[in-house]
Nanobody, 117 residues
Framework: QLQASGGGLVQAGESLRLSCAAS????????LGWLRQAPGKERESVAT????????YYRDSVKGRFAISKDKFKNMVYLQMNSLTVEDTAVYYC????????????WGQGTLVTVSS
């Protein structure tokens, strides 16, 4: 089970931190990630992190602005988003997939991030 929180309305240039509480998975076999879907656009992967080890991926448009992290003791995954732009406006989802697989199998509910200019 994945539960995302932390979305909201911010102005361009501001920051937000999204949180994802994870439970019920054999975490060592999984990749946890944040994906987003903007209105009228396809869902896209924003950042992922392996639970075991620390392999991290960022899409190009968020590199240097966003940071994904995990807290193994609390079973939490975070997405720190800095220097937000209006293009970051989307519903953000926390998701999990087995390592080596392309598709995410487990999804949390989305949390809306709205960035105003």
């Amino acid at each position: 089970q994945l539960q995302a929180s932390g979305g909201g309305l911010v102005q361009a240039g501001e920051s937000l931190r999204l949180s994802c509480a994870a439970s019920g998975l054999a975490f060592s076999r999984y990749v946890l990630g944040w994906l987003r879907q903007a209105p009228g656009k396809e869902r896209e992967s924003v950042a992922t992190i392996t639970w075991s080890g620390n392999l991290i991926y960022y899409r190009d448009s968020v590199k240097g602005r966003f940071a994904i992290s995990k807290d193994k003791f609390k079973n939490m995954v975070y997405l720190q988003m800095n220097s937000l732009t209006v293009e970051d406006t989307a519903v953000y989802y926390c998701a999990a997939k087995r390592r080596g697989e392309a598709e995410f199998d487990y999804w949390g509910q989305g949390t809306l991030v709205t960035v105003s200019s």
